[in-house]
């Protein structure tokens, strides 16, 4: 069974350093129904620890640094989920967790013209879905937080970097899903009611790659989550190429 895994701040580090760990972490491993003594795992920064818990106790917690674990989690490349901004943003919430599990490195949000955009209402949620995104890295065991950048407006992505850009596109287009290689991957799909036609040239002809998940209609909040993980199937198969 793995351990419990914190993220916390980067902080110098030695064996038997205590790290205090707040008052959310303390609630979450009183949930855990932890005892003084128990092992866990912290991300402190770009290090991880082992480390045993010094001190639960009406909203203090502490633990020792024991050792440190030399582990990578993370994927072999940049994975760049550019979300679009559904009207519901309950949407984002849900898919944050499973796309943080399976190794984005970057969530983007995108304001396409079909996302029905209010500036207030994203800014008051993007604490929460900082903290979705660590809850799942914590459940996850990943070894870095992925970054969660403001919302870009849709032109923004003509000019996305990534070596290679995807794009879910629900209409039959007559061409083959793009070959994967090694490199920096950027993804993105559209809001309820999908990417506009005009849209969707404007990626293509900025270099971004039409990706069909198969012949039904995916909802908005499918189909990026299955594009990850069509994407960490190819990882997995170029790794074991490589072995």
């Known amino acids: ?44 920064g ?29 994927p072999p490349m940049a994975l760049e989920a550019c979300l679009p901004l559904p009207a519901q943003l309950s949407l984002f919430d849900e898919w944050l967790p499973p796309l943080v599990e399976l190794g984005a490195t970057l969530i983007q949000p995108v304001i396409y013209q079909r996302s029905e955009y209010d500036a207030a209402k994203t800014l008051a949620r993007m604490e929460r879905w900082s903290r979705l995104i660590q809850s799942a890295c914590e459940q996850s065991h990943r070894s870095r937080l992925p970054e969660l950048r403001a919302p870009i407006p849709f032109e923004q992505l003509l000019g996305w970097p990534s070596s290679q850009k995807w794009v879910a596109y629900e209409l039959a287009t007559g061409l083959a899903n793009p070959d994967f290689c090694h490199e920096s991957l950027a993804f993105t799909s559209g809001p309820e009611g999908g990417i506009t036609p005009g849209e969707f040239a404007a990626l293509e002809k900025a270099g971004w790659k039409p990706v069909s998940l198969g012949r039904s209609i995916l909802r908005a909040v499918t189909a990026p989550v299955a594009l990850l993980g069509a994407i960490q199937f190819q990882i997995g198969r170029l790794h074991s190429k490589e072995d």
């Open 1 to 44: 069974m793995s351990l419990p895994r914190l993220f916390m701040d980067a902080l110098p580090t030695a064996e038997n350093t205590l790290v205090h760990l707040g008052p959310e972490a303390s609630r979450h491993l009183k949930a855990l129904r932890l005892k003084p003594g128990a092992a866990l795992e912290l991300v402190l």
């Open 46 to 74: 770009e290090e991880i620890w082992t480390a045993d818990l010094a001190e639960l106790d009406r909203g203090r917690a502490t633990a020792r640094l024991v050792s440190p674990l030399q582990e990578e989690r993370e």
